[in-house]
């Protein structure tokens, strides 16, 4: 029994920290495109989504300046306010959106090996910890494939 909790406490700690991170790459991508209000806006509310969700996978690491914006987050606003709406940050927008979205995979799959965890183990508050922080993950995930969807076509086929 001790090796199953071992592993679970392990599947537990790598599920937080994937969405932990998550959260603050969420953030990152609102900041670097500040000047995209609908980026802007949610990836703050997403943030602040998945920091409950991780919260609720139980004991995680200390908070980081991330949460707060961190020190170089006023400086991301800026630069990207300075460059506005030009075709090389829309372009910068997609590249962003492509690895923001290989995040969200693999933080999704750290919940779903810690839910199939916590289902063989029979422990319910733990797969409703995690059900929660994966629906999570896939709002994120599902908000960033549509961004993505939307600034393709403007990126690929725009003046």
Request: glycine share 10%; net charge positive.
């Given at each position: 029994?001790?090796?199953?909790t071992t592993s679970l406490d392990a599947a537990?700690?790598?599920?937080?920290?994937?969405?932990?991170?998550?959260?603050?790459?969420?953030?990152?991508?609102?900041?670097?495109?500040?000047?995209?209000?609908?980026?802007?806006?949610?990836?703050?509310?997403?943030?602040?989504?998945?920091?409950?969700?991780?919260?609720?996978?139980?004991?995680?690491?200390?908070?980081?300046?991330?949460?707060?914006?961190?020190?170089?987050?006023?400086?991301?606003?800026?630069?990207?306010?300075?460059?506005?709406?030009?075709?090389?940050?829309?372009?910068?927008?997609?590249?962003?959106?492509?690895?923001?979205?290989?995040?969200?995979?693999d933080a999704s799959v750290a919940c779903v090996?810690?839910?199939?965890?916590?289902?063989?183990?029979?422990?319910?508050?733990?797969?409703?910890?995690?059900?929660?922080?994966?629906?999570?993950?896939?709002?994120?995930?599902?908000?960033?494939?549509?961004?993505?969807?939307?600034?393709a076509p403007q990126v690929l086929l725009g003046?």
């Open positions: 029994m001790l090796g199953i537990r700690r790598e599920a937080r920290g994937a969405v932990e991170d998550l959260a603050g790459e969420v953030r990152r991508l609102g900041e670097r495109h500040a000047a995209d209000h609908d980026v802007h806006h949610m990836s703050r509310t997403l943030g602040l989504l998945l920091d409950e969700a991780a919260a609720g996978l139980g004991a995680g690491r200390e908070p980081d300046a991330e949460r707060e914006g961190g020190r170089f987050a006023r400086v991301r606003e800026a630069a990207s306010k300075a460059m506005g709406s030009r075709p090389p940050a829309g372009a910068l927008l997609l590249a962003d959106l492509r690895r923001f979205l290989a995040s969200a995979s090996v810690l839910a199939q965890g916590a289902q063989a183990a029979r422990n319910r508050d733990l797969l409703e910890a995690v059900t929660v922080a994966h629906d999570a993950v896939l709002r994120t995930h599902r908000w960033a494939l549509t961004r993505l969807k939307v600034t003046p």
